[in-house]
Nanobody
Framework: QLQLKESGGGLVQAGGSLRLSCVAS????????LGWFRQAAGKERESVAT????????NYADSVKGRFTISRDNAKNTVYLQMNSLKAEDTADYYC????????????????WGQGTQVTVSS
């Protein structure tokens, strides 16, 4: 069992940066693959970035490549999403999620979810 809690969202101007954090409580955090997802109003939840249990593999949605960076600190049970050069279209609720097995983008494959943190980018 894993509990996830996101933080770091807020209101930022276009071109600005935010760093999201997701802290996990529970056992064996370092054995989970992790993902950041987002859901904009009226849209489906989509994968933003995923990272393997070791931190050695990751992937990104095309829309955020070169602007967002996912990382993790297994000693702190935390996964991060550094978001730079933010655009209005990045506005959404951001969620972290965890699963075991492989880093994949399908949200249905993730077993544990946080409550989300809101990111609003003003243009």
């Amino acid at each position: 069992q894993l509990q996830l809690k996101e933080s770091g969202g807020g209101l930022v101007q276009a071109g600005g940066s935010l760093r999201l954090s997701c802290v996990a409580s529970g056992r064996s955090f370092s054995t989970y693959d992790l993902g950041w997802f987002r859901q904009a109003a009226g849209k489906e939840r989509e994968s933003v970035a995923t990272i393997s249990w070791s931190g050695g593999s990751w992937n990104y949605a095309d829309s955020v490549k070169g602007r967002f960076t996912i990382s993790r600190d297994n000693a702190k049970n935390t996964v991060y999403l550094q978001m730079n050069s933010l655009k209005a279209e990045d506005t959404a609720d951001y969620y972290c999620a965890a699963r075991r097995g492989a880093i994949i983008t399908a949200k249905s494959a993730y077993d544990y979810w946080g409550q989300g943190t809101q990111v609003t980018v003003s243009s």
